[in-house]
């Protein structure tokens, strides 16, 4: 393995952001000598992008296979869409993702799309125009914590959503749909609860992490 055998960091930017959001966590990682890939997804557009759901996972994937041709383990970061479409993306590649930390983010059942899944026409975040999704008031749902300045300088940079990709459903693995269940018992020991081990799931405890 290659960056003096410490693992790629492949980071999945959330829905409307792209890799300028992560630019802090981009140098932190970078100064701690880690190689860092920041992916921007295709449903991330200011125009609408045909067949965006399939680019969105397809762009996590080649990005995590590149590092594995190149001999590199990988730590995925996936936000908040990411999530999503990460899970899909990483199917087959357990073995060379080394741990997945999700970030403000979520598995959702297989075969539906996030609008069906929540029970809404459309995300609630979003105003819909001419195929896209904008966010309303994006400083309180986003950057509520961040000084003033960096939270209008962040929302500048902000991009519109590919509607499409909130109807479209998605196939997940089945080992994803088993992680909430496994998350739930490791929460249970964490309190001191006896609940023996974690069978029939081929993610390790850590990797929910």
Request: with cysteine.
């Amino acid at each position: 393995m290659s960056n003096n055998n410490k693992p790629t960091i492949v980071v999945g930017c959330g829905a409307h952001h792209i890799p300028y959001h992560y630019r802090f966590l981009e140098d932190a990682l970078r100064n701690a000598g880690y190689v860092v890939r920041v992916v921007q997804l295709p449903s991330t557009s200011a125009e609408v992008v045909d067949d965006a759901m399939s680019k969105d996972v397809q762009a996590i994937r080649e990005a995590v296979e590149r590092e594995i041709k190149d001999g590199n383990d990988v730590v995925m970061v996936l936000h908040s869409w990411s999530g999503f479409v990460g899970s899909a993306a990483l199917e087959g590649l357990e073995e060379k993702v080394k741990h997945i930390v999700f970030l403000a983010s979520w598995i959702q059942p297989s075969g539906k799309g996030s609008c069906e899944w929540l029970g809404v026409e459309e995300l609630p975040i979003d105003n819909v125009e001419n195929g896209l999704n904008y966010v309303s008031d994006p400083i309180p749902k986003f950057y509520r914590d961040l000084p003033p300045d960096l939270a209008q300088d962040s929302v500048k940079h902000l991009l519109p959503m590919v509607n499409s990709v909130t109807k479209m459903p998605l196939r997940i693995p089945p080992v994803w749909e088993k992680v909430s269940w496994t998350l739930a018992r490791i929460v249970r020991k964490a309190a001191g609860e006896e609940v023996g081990g974690i069978e029939g799931v081929r993610v390790d405890e850590k990797k929910l992490f």
